[in-house]
């Protein structure tokens, strides 16, 4: 096992994957008391070796690793990339690409929708991963053995089990069909977090429009905040108080829930000057400035749901995968 926490070391491992036809990549990360993800580790496998970098050795250069993920030659193999991608993009505003996501690829080949790691690494490459470190403190160190070859084992069976699929790809000529479905994870635009779009991920029906004008800005005003102070968005205010608050909204603006909003208490653990309170705009928007309630995901007419002999709904499955995380 490979553990990485000097610059020196890091620079020459990077440098000897660059000629590589791909190199198969994992991370880990902690986001359970923050907005944005805190990343711990980043596992890197290439033809000859594989090794996990602590990205919070002290003082450590991320510089080669963050070039080597820029390396437009060099293909980059993921599973389940969303949120690899979305901790890349954030730190450097650029995708990892070239890049191919396994899972997707699994879909294409007849594995189902959103087949896990270990069962496609377990039928292609005859892994036996051991789960018992699967939900671990990422951040705490030193990290043990048993974490180290957790963590390795996302990307040394990812590499046998990436050439499995792309040789089944070649043989059922679909490997287009997963380029096609990698336009959804390599844009820019899946990753950029638009706090007047982040109703969009809450539960509430109605089409009323007033109702999902005010859940609108509330749901808008939720996101400033949790970015500004790091927190997960729920530590500011849950999808059911933006509900509750979107539901009973008064046509007096200066009672408005807005108002109440913005004195609903900050976490215990938190003490930060609050932003400004949500746009009063929902209590007096107009029916043709009102958002439109979300419409389910469907699968193009005719194609019907997924089945293992053909690859109908992996478009659909693949952006499912690229929503953002709540």
């Known amino acids: 096992m490979t553990l990485i926490a000097e610059s020196g070391a890091l620079a020459a491992f990077c440098r000897r994957q660059h000629p590589a036809e791909f190199v198969a990549i994992d991370t880990e990360f902690m986001r359970d008391k923050t907005y944005w993800p805190q990343l711990c580790l980043v596992q890197v496998a290439g033809p000859e070796e594989a090794a996990a970098i602590d990205t919070l050795a002290p003082g450590i250069d991320l510089d080669p690793l963050l070039g080597l993920l820029a390396d437009s030659k060099l293909l980059k193999v993921f599973h389940a990339a969303r949120q ?11 995708i990892p690409a070239p890049l191919v996501d396994t899972q997707v690829a699994a879909m294409v080949c007849g594995f189902g929708d959103a087949v896990s790691y270990e069962n496609l690494a377990a039928k292609l490459a005859g892994a036996r991963i051991d789960k018992s470190s699967r939900f671990t403190d990422w951040a705490h160190r030193p990290l043990t053995d048993r974490q180290l070859q957790y963590a390795l084992s996302d990307v040394t069976h990812l590499r046998p089990t990436y050439e499995h699929l792309k040789r089944r790809l070649a043989k059922t000529g679909r490997a287009d069909w997963v380029c096609e479905e990698m336009a959804v994870l390599t844009d820019p635009a899946t990753y950029r977090l638009e706090p007047r779009e982040a109703w969009r991920r809450i539960k509430f029906r109605t089409d009323k429009p007033r109702m999902l004008a005010v859940l609108r800005e509330v749901a808008a005003w ?12 729920n530590r500011v205010l849950r999808d059911e108080t933006l509900c509750e608050i979107a539901a009973h909204a008064p046509s007096d603006v200066e009672h408005s829930p807005a108002a109440v909003a913005s004195r609903v208490p900050s976490p215990r653990t938190v003490r930060a000057p609050r932003s400004s309170p949500p746009s009063s705009a929902g209590w007096s928007c107009r029916r043709a400035n009102a958002p439109s309630p979300p419409r389910a995901a469907t699968c193009p007419r ?11 709904s992996s478009r659909c499955a693949a952006r499912r995968m690229a929503s953002p995380r709540s």
Request: overall charge neutral.
């Open 84 to 94: 690899d991608i979305e901790i890349f993009y954030h730190m450097t505003k650029r």
């Open 222 to 233: 939720r996101e400033e905040e949790a970015q500004r102070r790091d927190l997960p968005r």
């Open 302 to 312: 005719g194609w019907g749901p997924w089945s293992s002999s053909c690859g109908c």
